[in-house]
């Protein structure tokens, strides 16, 4: 587990996302490999719309 990058963020805003959407692009990103191994088919669907606010 670590910070996001700045580099990654910026990368993204270089390319006309918000910071705030780029933040949570890398989030849900992070979040989808590591959930990639476990075999609940909607676990990675519920850990998307948690991070997105998403009741």
């Known amino acids: 587990v670590s910070q996001l990058e700045a580099e990654e963020i910026f990368y993204l805003q270089s390319r006309g996302i918000p910071q705030a959407e780029a ?18 088919a909607q676990l990675p669907t519920l850990v998307a719309r948690q991070l997105a606010g998403i009741p």
């Not at 692009?25 to 609940?40: H, K, V, Y």
């Open 23 to 40: 933040r949570q692009l890398l989030t849900c990103a992070f979040a989808a490999e590591a959930l990639e191994g476990i075999p609940l």
